[in-house]
């Protein structure tokens, strides 16, 4: 049985091997449940790896006419941002 240790934000990293019998993927949740000093973890739900390719068309620009990138000057933008106090 692997033993992990807890890191100093209570994390701790599911063996591969486990993760990949039970079918732990990133976004899945668990469910932790104290049994006197025992704890199991349930899969509750599980998320299916998703590709780039599956969100295309989603975000629709709304504006006429081309832009490149070469239009956009990121350190104007910067400096017109609020929170960027120059203290």
């Known amino acids: 049985m ?3 240790t807890v890191s100093d934000k209570g994390q701790v990293v599911i ?3 486990i993760r ?3 079918g732990i993927t990133p976004g ?3 469910n932790f449940i104290l049994e006197g000093n025992a704890l199991r973890v349930e899969v ?3 998320i299916q790896p998703s590709r780039a390719e599956e969100g ?4 629709v620009c ?3 006419g081309e832009r490149r ?3 956009f000057d990121v350190a104007q933008a910067m400096r017109e941002t609020p929170d960027n106090d120059s203290d």
């Open 2 to 4: 692997p033993t992990v």
């Open 15 to 17: 063996p591969a091997e």
């Open 20 to 22: 990949r019998r039970m």
């Open 28 to 30: 899945c949740q668990l």
């Open 44 to 46: 509750k739900r599980r």
């Open 56 to 59: 295309y068309g989603m975000l």
């Open 62 to 64: 709304k504006r006429r």
């Open 69 to 71: 990138l070469s239009d």
